[in-house]
């Protein structure tokens, strides 16, 4: 689609690379004639326009004198002049259903409320030799921008403005001192044009934090499709698995998917085989799969409206957990059934992390791995459990795997009907620790569900099977399909 024209041709951003060949004024005269005209339709609104502006306008509700600027940043180079896929800014999202880059969200204050505006990349069609020129952002290199007129229609602000009118509008916010608020990190052009102010910057990122924490039926959807989505990519390792020699090939397995289905992983996956999982966060996913380990899998498939699942499963890669292994994974979930009944409004977020933690504690008690009395470990002056158990037990989880970060406080606070939360206790037994029996050494277990707080406790919204006999038949089930 084509925006309405301009009269101001949009800058050339891109410079040519070394391996780009000059185009002689024949060429481009050639190339700007013949093409038939650009349609007039305009393109759907986008899904949930109505709470966006909600959100919007709750937004400006909280900040009712002041200017609020959130862009949705730009392409990152990968290498050279090869960017990475590009991802919207969450917050941005979160206010306008807007995937583009480049984009900027401008609330100002009126009468009453505020004007929503949104400044776009232009869209000149074929009137403008950048079309063939931009490699950047000629649509011959990467396909059509949205446009000005139909931005404003697909996402139902009060007015779109080209991104190159941007400058001047920034230029009168630096005579406004102490009226503007930016969401900073996100767009450095704006953050060297605008001094910041560490406090009220600050307090808007909090605030959006705080709007995020509670997710609506449409997000709960999202997250849901996204648990759904990512069981559907745990079958495809889990079929792979019969075949496969390297961690490598269950990352690319379970990555397909995510792109089949999805915008992408939400994160990298962990694929860590034997005692790779005792790596929390192992992603270089280089090591060797032996039928006789487990492998921990902590990986989730990214929606196309950039909500993500967050599953972990730790699998026996030969279909049948070994005693040693059940004994650990079973004492894991049970942990995680502990942690399950503590979720419920009312309680504090930190109460599944504590339910999970004692269970945890009483099993390595049971186990005669603690070097002291189980109390003597629990106790805040030791917290020696966490030797085997390194992490807590759950994050937010929404539009970000560790959704709301900039939420600080919620991790002292309540849980609330419509917070999703991840629950993810884990026991990890390094392969050199002397004060673990050798039959333990190596064995690393994390089992992770995403759970949405309810008016009573919780509901499940994922669905992968938890229990290790249900593991095994489940696996052994897939593999007998043809």
């Known amino acids: 689609m084509t925006a309405k024209r301009r009269k101001t041709a949009p800058k050339d951003s891109s410079k040519p690379a070394s391996h780009d060949s000059v185009n002689p004024p024949a060429l481009i005269d050639f190339m700007m004639k013949q093409w038939k005209p650009a349609g007039n339709s305009l393109p759907a609104r986008v899904k949930g326009f109505a709470r966006f502006e909600s959100r919007r306008r709750a937004l400006g509700r909280a900040f009712p004198k002041d200017v609020l600027i959130i862009p949705t940043g730009h392409e990152k180079i990968r290498a050279n002049d090869t960017p990475w896929r590009f991802r919207a800014a969450s917050d941005f999202y979160y206010l306008t259903g807007n995937l583009e880059p480049d984009c900027v969200l401008v609330l100002i204050p009126k009468a009453k409320g505020h004007e929503h505006i949104l400044f776009v990349e232009a869209n000149p069609g074929r009137t403008d030799a950048t079309f063939f020129t931009d ?19 697909c996402y139902e602000v009060d007015r779109c403005e080209p991104l190159d009118g941007l400058p001047e509008l920034l230029k009168n916010m630096k005579k406004q001192p102490g009226k503007v608020r930016v969401l900073r990190g996100v767009d450095a052009a704006i953050d060297r044009a605008l001094a910041g102010d560490k406090e009220r910057d600050g307090e808007l990122a909090t605030a959006i934090a705080e709007m995020r924490l509670i997710k609506d039926e449409m997000e709960i959807a999202a997250i849901k499709r996204a648990c759904a989505a990512t069981r559907r990519a745990y079958e495809d390792v889990v079929l792979a698995l019969r075949t496969a020699t390297t961690e490598r090939e269950v990352e690319g397995v379970f990555s397909m998917r995510a792109r089949i289905e999805g915008n992408d992983v939400g994160f990298g996956v962990i694929a860590a085989a034997g005692e790779h999982a005792c790596v929390l966060h192992w992603t270089a996913n280089d090591g060797r799969l032996r039928k006789k380990d487990l492998l921990l899998l902590d990986a989730g498939v990214e929606t196309n409206e950039i909500y993500t699942g967050d599953i972990t ?11 040693v292994q059940r004994q650990i994974y079973d004492l894991v979930i049970e ?15 930190l109460d599944p992390h504590r339910a999970a933690t004692r269970v945890l504690a009483e099993g390595l008690d049971r186990l005669g791995i603690l070097p002291c009395s189980l109390e003597e470990a629990l106790d805040q002056k030791n917290q020696f459990y966490k030797r085997y158990t390194l992490h807590n037990t759950s994050h937010m989880l929404g539009l970000d795997v560790h959704d709301c970060a900039n939420a600080p406080g919620y991790k002292e606070s309540e849980l609330r009907p419509g917070m999703v939360l991840t629950v993810e206790p884990g026991l990890y037994f390094q392969v050199d620790d002397l004060t673990v029996p050798a039959r333990y050494r190596g064995i690393g277990i994390r089992i992770e569900d995403d759970v949405l707080v309810t008016t009573r406790g919780c509901r499940l919204l994922s669905d992968i099977p938890r229990a290790s006999d249900d593991v095994e038949r489940w696996m052994h089930r897939l593999w007998q399909k043809p």
């Open 313 to 323: 499963r730790t699998l026996p890669i030969g279909g049948k957990f070994s005693a």
């Open 135 to 153: 490699r950047r952002k000629g649509e011959l290199w990467v396909g059509p921008r949205l446009g000005i007129n139909e931005s404003r229609h």
């Open 335 to 349: 942990a995680q059934d502990a942690a399950f009944a503590a979720v419920k409004p009312g309680n504090m977020f």
